[in-house]
């Protein structure tokens, strides 16, 4: 184990892992998770979507007075991060496009322009938004909010990098906008949060870009402003594609040995990895010392826009198996497979309330991932050595095949 210091006075242990909620049952669960003893005592932060902001933030009440002070597990104690996450107001879906703009954080001058995105042919939209969106994006009312909001560390507000014709151009303006977050951190009113801050700078960028003639133009990105820490988001990977997972890992061990020698370090810089599932757990001798998972579901899942009462909004009804690893329709589950508290209430699927399987589901997923953590931090052998015992015993054995023979870089 290895415990990295906030700043703030905060501090995470490796191998750690970060929960994204992306929805209001996600942020009540947590709450409900967190609230009851023992709590989630392994799950040492959470991410926010800054465009999910309001309806988890309501639903976790991190924005409400308090009685009394949250306990030491309460996910109001926790690491909160709130990333800008620019791709769903550049790339996302036209649901997340008008929430990002509702914010009000941004230029009105880029309103139309990404109004009308839908009305342009696909491969003419990145092009539009870099000659009509780009000059208008400032990066300062978003590091504002991050911080009104009570964030334990800043992420540094940044575009997307999805295009390989349009490659230079978003690499330019991600570096811009970096620059301009550590600038105003060191010159202008934001300096005393500079001071007290760790600046983390999260990447997202497109699997198929994932190229060894890549690497050295994102490294170079990834490290533009001496960062504190940085995150990675890779989007399009799936695990089933694995010549690019294993392009993943090499760029991010690759990265690693990159941030010693740009930063003058003895270590790599801390490495986020966001957006995966049990995939990030390879990621743990490869660099990484934090993963940041959706709640119960897909990492690529998106909940409908329809808002059809709260019973019906959970379409992937899955339940997470903690031996087998995987995610089974949750009809299909007869004996539950684990003693959580949550299922040692029921004992068998049939024995759950309809009603209350959406909740449910998501109560015994935040339980198993605290225990998984917990037994990677306490385990007696290496965690390259825990994690092959782990992915042999179940379904998801060709996960073994990202630890490499030599994890020099593994979190222990």
Not at 112 to 131: G, N
Not at 237 to 258: C, G, P, Y
Not at 273 to 293: K, P, Q, R, T
Not at 297 to 307: C, Q, R, V
Request: glycine fraction near 4%.
């Amino acid at each position: 184990m290895k415990v990295f210091p906030l700043k703030n006075g905060e501090t995470f242990t490796g191998p750690s892992l970060f929960l994204n909620p992306q929805h209001p049952l996600d942020a009540r669960a947590i709450l409900t998770a967190t609230t009851r003893a023992p709590g989630l005592p392994n799950i040492d932060g959470i991410v926010i979507d800054i465009v999910d902001y309001r309806d988890v933030s309501d639903n976790l009440g991190l924005d409400q007075g308090l009685l009394a002070e949250p306990s030491r597990t309460d996910a109001r104690n926790k690491i909160r991060l709130i990333d800008p996450a620019l791709h769903h107001l550049l790339s996302g879906t036209s649901e997340k496009k008008e929430a990002m703009l509702a914010m009000k954080l941004f230029d009105k001058r880029i309103q139309e322009p990404i109004k009308k995105l839908a009305e342009v042919p696909k491969k003419e939209r990145t092009r539009k938004i870099i000659d009509e969106v780009y000059p208008y994006l400032i990066v300062k009312p978003l590091i504002e909010f991050e911080m009104r909001k009570g964030a334990s560390a800043i992420i540094a507000p940044s575009v997307n990098i999805s295009s390989g014709k349009h490659f230079t151009r978003q690499v330019a303006q991600a570096n811009k906008m970096l620059t301009d977050t550590r600038t105003l951190l060191e010159t202008s009113s934001l300096k005393s949060y500079g001071e007290t801050r760790d600046l983390i700078n999260v990447l997202t960028i497109a699997a198929r870009l994932l190229e060894p003639q890549n690497f050295a133009t994102l490294f170079r990105l990834a490290l533009c402003n001496k960062p504190d820490q940085v995150g990675f988001r890779f989007l399009g990977i799936k695990e089933s594609d694995t010549v690019t997972v294993r392009k993943m890992f090499t760029f991010l061990r690759t990265f690693a040995v990159q941030s010693m020698d740009d930063l003058d370090r003895r270590e790599p810089i801390p490495i986020h990895l966001f957006n995966v599932d049990e995939l990030g757990y390879a990621g743990y001798c490869s660099a990484v010392c934090n993963i940041v998972s959706p709640v119960a579901t897909s990492p690529y899942y998106h909940y409908p826009s329809k808002d059809d009462g709260e019973d019906d909004i959970d379409t992937s009804p899955t339940f997470y198996n903690p031996i087998e690893m995987n995610q089974p329709k949750a009809h299909s589950v007869s004996r539950l497979p684990c003693t959580c508290r949550w299922c040692s209430s029921y004992v068998y699927m049939a024995s759950v309330p309809k009603k209350f399987l959406p909740m449910f589901r998501r109560l015994h997923w935040l339980d198993c991932k605290d225990e998984e953590i917990r037994q990677f931090r306490e385990t007696p052998a290496r965690i390259d050595i825990a994690l092959r015992d782990k992915f042999a015993q179940s379904m998801r054995t060709q996960l073994a095949a990202y630890i490499p023979e030599e994890p020099i870089f593994a979190v222990y």
